[in-house]
């Protein structure tokens, strides 16, 4: 049972490093800001939820889960805080390459409302 | 531009016009309370009764001091809805981690990507915070911006190149919203969904 125990710490331990390591992996080769985010941001969710299964088992203690799911539920809670600010701010400084984007429906929107502002302002310059 | 009735599920901004800060009653936050309380208990590692009281004493001395906005709960909780959206979410995070794995591998600069806009059913501020939470921790997705107004989602979505994908990642969007709101959704909310879905929720309609 042990030894059981052990490898599937083990294998937890590893599946967990790997999410990282291809996180790694994926900012060096996604194309531009935003996409990049994803691979920041993500391995967290799961390589962290593995990593803490396999902490768990090889301290075998259920004194320390609660504090394990503390740690995973404020990661949960503040990773996409900072996807959000990081892209959000991205996008407003133009950080975005156009060329990696297949629609960009947040343009349309932010579009129209400028187009509803000048109208807001007063007529629209006369065209002859 | 807010319906009368939505008011109530809008977060209150910290001051009101007059500029008299808005506190929430006991009644209102004590599910946040007991929340504090656990981490209480949990960073100590002890949650034999003596620690807990001295958590909560501290929880209500802390929220005193130093007040936030006052969060408006739906007042309903189903946890059975709770438990299968946290399965559901265990599966779907660990199929998109894959997903995006490949694509950093395999794909790398050839991936296309679309920033979407998903409107959203619900009026709370709660879910809309909710629904983006949950979509930009699984992986594949995150919230660029948010149109509080409209409750609409502005998200940037990795590896969707036609048409067909765009739509197909706006219909996860409203379903993660669809068990959202079956977990902790308002009354109201949870009969129009229930009144879109049918009763049993296992019909997932298309929009």
Partial sequence: ?128 | METPNSKDQRIDDALDPVGVRHRATLREEWPLLVLLVLVWGALWRDFSPGNLLFGALIAVLITTLFPLPPVVLPGRLNLWYCFKLFLWFLREVAAASVHVSYLALFKGRATRSSLIAVPLRTESDLIVMTVGHVLTLIPGSFVVDVDRRSSTLYLHYADTEDEQAVERARSQIRDIERRLIMAIGSKNEYEAIKAECGPKFSARKAQ
Avoid at chain 1, 20 to 46: C, E, N, W, Y
Avoid at chain 1, 95 to 111: M, Q
Avoid at chain 1, 116 to 127: I, L, N, S, V
């Fill in chain 1, 1 to 128: 049972m042990d030894a059981f125990l052990d490898v599937l710490a083990a294998v937890f331990l590893i599946i967990g490093c790997l999410l990282s390591l291809v996180a790694g992996i994926g900012l060096m080769t996604f194309p531009d800001l935003l996409t990049r985010l994803h691979a920041a941001t993500k391995p967290q969710v799961l390589g962290f939820l593995l990593i803490f299964i396999a902490l768990a088992i090889h301290l075998r203690s259920w004194a320390v889960v609660p504090v394990l799911a503390l740690a995973w539920g404020m990661q949960l809670l503040t990773a996409p805080v900072s996807a959000h600010m990081i892209g959000r701010s991205g996008y407003r400084t133009k950080h975005v390459s156009h060329k990696s984007i297949y629609s960009d429906e947040l343009a349309e929107a932010i579009r129209a409302v400028e187009a509803e502002q000048r109208h807001d302002q007063g007529p629209p310059p006369q065209q002859q």
